[in-house]
């Protein structure tokens, strides 16, 4: 018994012991690294789909800007901008969505983001609709500018060959 009581015995027992620790530490940390790793990515992951939906939803309000300005165009190369923009909008929107799709790792988000996809170009459709009806405006409002010109100056060549010095004055003043 007087051999196990000595200093040197239990240092060695207490080295054996740290050793035998160490040698654990290690097989946890390489056991645990892979599922500490996935679950870093999984949490980029979500935040990148987090930001990417935030960002979409910034995209879908400049689509619905476009849409505004437009029905507000009152030129057709106002018009054309505003429908750049809606299709820039439109294509950031679709890109950062099929990027949270390939991301989401449940079913679940994977439909969430492809009913939102579906709105969205049922939204664009609409909008679409819209904008040809505004384009169509504008081209009559164009025609009808260049109707009233031409149809002024006929008016004022038929009053100069008349002889009548009133002019368009008594024409205005006339009518009712």
């Given at each position: 018994?007087?051999?196990?009581?000595?200093?040197?015995?239990?240092?060695?027992?207490?080295g054996v012991i740290g050793?035998?620790?160490?040698?654990?530490?290690?097989?946890?940390?390489?056991?645990?690294?892979?599922?500490?790793?996935?679950?870093?990515?999984?949490?980029?992951?979500?935040?990148?789909?987090?930001?990417?939906?935030?960002?979409?939803?910034?995209?879908?309000?400049?689509?619905?800007?476009?849409?505004?300005?437009?029905?507000?165009?009152?030129?057709?190369?106002?018009?054309?901008?505003?429908?750049?923009?809606?299709?820039?909008?439109?294509?950031?929107?679709?890109?950062?969505?099929?990027?949270?799709?390939?991301?989401?790792?449940?079913?679940?988000?994977?439909?969430?983001?492809?009913?939102?996809?579906?709105?969205?170009?049922?939204?664009?459709?609409?909008?679409?609709?819209?904008?040809?009806?505004?384009?169509?405006?504008?081209?009559?409002?164009?025609?009808?500018?260049?109707?009233?010109?031409?149809?002024?100056?006929?008016?004022?060549?038929?009053?100069?060959?008349?002889?009548?010095?009133?002019?368009?004055?008594?024409?205005?003043?006339?009518?009712?």
């Open positions: 018994m007087r051999s196990l009581n000595r200093i040197g015995i239990k240092l060695g027992f207490a050793i035998m620790l160490a040698v654990g530490m290690i097989a946890n940390q390489a056991a645990t690294e892979p599922k500490v790793r996935e679950a870093n990515r999984h949490a980029d992951d979500e935040a990148q789909i987090s930001e990417n939906a935030l960002i979409a939803e910034s995209e879908m309000r400049n689509m619905q800007l476009a849409v505004r300005g437009v029905r507000l165009a009152r030129s057709t190369k106002d018009f054309d901008k505003r429908r750049s923009q809606f299709r820039d909008a439109k294509a950031a929107q679709a890109k950062l969505l099929e990027v949270s799709i390939a991301l989401s790792a449940s079913p679940e988000e994977k439909r969430m983001y492809g009913e939102i996809t579906r709105l969205t170009d049922e939204y664009a459709v609409g909008a679409d609709e819209q904008a040809q009806q505004q384009k169509k405006m504008l081209e009559l409002n164009e025609k009808r500018a260049t109707l009233a010109t031409d149809w002024d100056r006929k008016a004022d060549a038929l009053i100069a060959a008349t002889g009548n010095g009133g002019g368009t004055a008594n024409l205005d003043r006339g009518g009712y």
